[in-house]
Nanobody, 122 residues
Framework: QVQLVESGGGLVQPGGSLSLSCQAS????????MGWYRQAPGKQRELVAT???????NNADSVKGRITISRDNRKNTVYLQMNSLKPEDTAVYYC????????????????WGQGTQVTVSS
């Protein structure tokens, strides 16, 4: 069984900063990729950023220059540092990870966290 647990959401004023973290736990063999998506009310879930095991990142155009994604492979944890936040960044942020387990090390599945609310408002 694999779980992703997010933390760090909350209310922040426009122009402020917020940091999210997500730790994967369970019978994990390997995590080739981790990332963050978000879903605003009435909109589809969209990519925020991803990071591979080797540290290669991919950021959405809407957040480029304002976010940094990083990971600690020893802790199976991915982080999202968000700066210069805008009201349009308001959404539920979901952590995701592509994971292979100890019982099936050659088979990768995508797992999702429960989501954490980020609200940018004055």
């Amino acid at each position: 069984q694999v779980q992703l647990v997010e933390s760090g959401g909350g209310l922040v004023q426009p122009g402020g900063s917020l940091s999210l973290s997500c730790q994967a736990s369970g019978s994990i063999f390997r995590i080739p990729a981790m990332g963050w998506y978000r879903q605003a009310p009435g909109k589809q879930r969209e990519l925020v950023a991803t990071i591979t095991l080797s540290g290669r990142t991919n950021n959405a155009d809407s957040v480029k220059g304002r976010i940094t994604i990083s990971r600690d492979n020893r802790k199976n944890t991915v982080y999202l540092q968000m700066n210069s936040l805008k009201p349009e960044d308001t959404a539920v942020y979901y952590c995701t990870a592509r994971i292979s387990t100890l019982s099936r090390p050659l088979y990768e599945s995508d797992y999702w966290g429960q989501g954490t609310q980020v609200t940018v408002s004055s």
